[in-house]
T-cell receptor, first 113, second 115 residues
């Protein structure tokens, strides 16, 4: 079982470049999330989606965009990369309901130089 | 918004000993779930244990148990018979019952296990 798959695992971007972080899950989960993890800051929610065609902002959405055209895929787009976006990015998915856990991808370490 | 606080950035424990990691949270909701996740150096987030707010009985999973104090909004993780493989970053998380069922994470506690 693949679970949640993120690509790439590592990436270096130059300031002003754009890129898309890919996330796909094969568990038929309705809910998907994007988090960023910075040292000493825990995980902060960027965007989330409760189903195909539905997305909403989290705590730190500025500088990012998402789309959810299928249940499986939830790509995160960075436009005009800035050094402040240097971070580790995690995609997660879950079933609806407060009792179910989130399943995480292995993360993408992004460095903006 | 809900907040989750882990006041211990780093902890250490001798192998085979017991250690407790602290977590407090703030919410106005009455029904929610709490989770502990482990993040080893591989970066993979692994579920350790979960607790339903309506259950008074503390959850246990093998060597891992929680002390859930709902009135105090406290949710600590106890690791018994610590093993070298327990060394990791541990995150406390709160899952809201509201739309989106968002997860809110603490800042993490880095656990070192001393041989």
């Amino acid at each position: 079982n693949a679970g949640v798959t993120q690509t790439p695992k590592f990436r270096i971007l130059k300031i002003g470049q754009s890129m898309t972080l890919q996330c796909t899950q094969d568990m038929n989960h309705n809910y998907m999330y994007w988090y960023r993890q910075d040292p000493g800051m825990g995980l902060k929610l960027i965007y989330y989606s409760v189903g195909a065609g539905i997305t909403d902002k989290g705590e730190v959405p500025n500088g990012y965009n998402v789309s959810r055209s299928t249940t499986e895929d939830f790509p995160l787009r960075l436009e005009l990369a800035a050094p402040s976006q240097t971070s580790v990015y995690f995609c997660a998915s879950s079933l609806p309901g407060r009792h179910t856990e989130a399943f995480f991808g292995q993360g993408t370490r992004l460095t903006v130089v | 918004a809900q907040t989750v606080t882990q006041s211990q950035p780093e902890m250490s424990v001798q192998e085979a000993e017991t250690v407790t990691l602290s977590c407090t949270y703030d919410t106005s909701e009455s029904d929610y779930y709490l989770f502990w996740y482990k993040q080893p150096p591989s970066r993979q987030m692994i579920l350790v244990i979960r607790q339903e707010a309506y259950k008074q009985q503390n959850a246990t999973e093998n060597r891992f148990s929680v002390n859930f104090q709902k009135a105090a909004k406290s949710f600590s993780l106890k690791i018994s018979d610590s093993q070298l493989g327990d060394a990791a970053m541990y995150f406390c998380a709160y899952r809201s019952a509201r739309a989106g069922n968002q997860f809110y994470f603490g800042t993490g506690t880095s656990l070192t296990v001393i041989p």
